[in-house]
């Protein structure tokens, strides 16, 4: 999937459809003098509705239809004919999108199932036909109800990648290298700084009995949170991973203090990112001993978990991956070599953070009618 294939953050208009009008009209016929009413009632408009789509990954869909309209119902007719209802408008979306209204910021809605549908607009009633008004001591009424208006709104839509490992680290850290190891994405790898610009998923296979799905985040850089480098436009999809897997390679000047910076980074963006697991990987490690990886661990928190890996020569991939399904599980598919690390800091999670962030980019304008 290329950059211009990704898109997280749209704003659309949605507007539902009126209702028709009831029919005033009575009764024509040869031999049927003074028929009486038969005006038909009006049909409804139709719903705006989301729906749950897992087959969908971005927002890309909806990039040129920035205007989401529902059919109108249609006015009844003579001979009790009702009008036809409005067809409803369904906008499938992704899971983990988040709905804002645009104008107020309130949330709306958000979408975390296959197939999960919700109404966000209702169409207008079809107004009565005069029909429905006769009675004994009104034979002939001549009105007749219109229909209902529709409903309008500008909505926000936020793509929040669900995944269950999130992958961070600073630019050219080895994320993409690592999840194209672990999986089978293909994201692109170079060897310059900010190569990802778009998030990557992958389905990482554990000893082929099971498997969790792996996100990597485009890089971060100190000072994120503040709008420095690619500022907050991704940080949005960590604040659903279960687990973050802190990659710091081993040919860093300070180990810890680069994880301490990744850390205080998603801390000052959502404080509730604190309370998430977590597991440092040390990567690039192929060349490393064993004296210099003692020095390093005297450097790491006494309570994070840490293994070394290397992307190039699979060195530790695998306990990786083992230990990152103890932690999203509490258990193991099969016992790995036993690994040396710390005592891991078993922690709840935070609640999830729905508030609406202002990042529009300057491409995403307001829909104008």
């Known amino acids: 999937m290329s950059e211009s294939n990704f898109v997280d953050h749209l704003k659309i208009y949605a507007r539902s459809g009126k209702g028709g009008r009831g029919s005033v009209h009575f009764r024509r016929e040869k031999y049927v003098p003074k028929g009486g009413p038969d005006g038909g009632d009006g049909g409804d408009g139709g719903n705006v509705i989301l729906r749950g789509n897992r087959n969908c990954w971005t927002l890309l869909h909806l990039k040129f239809e920035r205007h989401i309209l ?16 409005g067809e409803d408008r369904i906008i499938e979306l992704p899971l983990g999108t ?14 975390e199932h296959h197939e999960q549908e919700i109404v966000i607009l209702h169409g207008g009633r079809g107004g009565k036909g005069n029909n429905f008004f006769k009675s004994a001591t009104n034979q002939a009424p001549k009105y007749a109800q219109p ?3 529709y409903q309008e709104r500008r909505i926000t839509l936020q793509l929040k990648l669900l995944a269950d490992a999130g992958l961070v680290g600073f630019p050219n850290a080895g994320k993409s290298t690592l999840l194209s ?8 790898i170079a060897d310059y700084p900010f190569t990802t610009l778009e998030p990557s998923l992958g389905i990482v296979d554990v000893r082929g009995v099971n498997s969790f799905v792996m996100a990597d985040i485009p890089g971060i850089i100190e000072g994120a949170s503040e709008g420095k480098g690619l500022g907050l436009r991704f940080l949005r999809h960590i604040e659903r991973n279960s687990i ?32 998430k697991r977590r597991i440092l990987a040390i990567s690039k490690s192929d060349m490393l001993d064993d004296e210099l990886r003692s020095a390093m661990l005297k450097e790491l928190p006494e309570t994070l978990p840490h293994v070394f890996i290397s992307s190039f020569s ?23 070599e036993p690994i040396v690390r710390r005592p891991i800091d078993v922690r ?9 962030y202002d990042d529009f980019s300057e491409d995403e304008e307001d829909v104008k009618l």
């Open 147 to 149: 229909g209902e208006p």
């Open 181 to 188: 190891t672990l999986s089978a994405a293909r994201p692109k």
């Open 98 to 111: 988040v709905v804002f209204d645009s104008e107020t910021g309130e949330f709306v809605a958000e979408i």
């Open 314 to 336: 699979k060195e530790g991939t695998e306990t990786l991956k083992d230990l990152i399904w103890r932690e999203l599980n509490g258990t193991i598919v099969h016992d790995p």
């Open 348 to 356: 709840t999670f935070g609640p999830e953070d729905d508030c609406l």
């Open 244 to 275: 973050f897997i802190f990659l710091v390679p081993s040919d860093s000047a300070d180990v810890g203090k680069e994880y301490e910076i990744l850390l205080g980074e998603l801390v000052k963006y959502n404080p509730d990112l604190l309370g």
């Open 70 to 85: 529902a059919g109108h119902g249609e006015n009844g007719s003579g001979r009790l004919s009702k009008g036809k209802n």
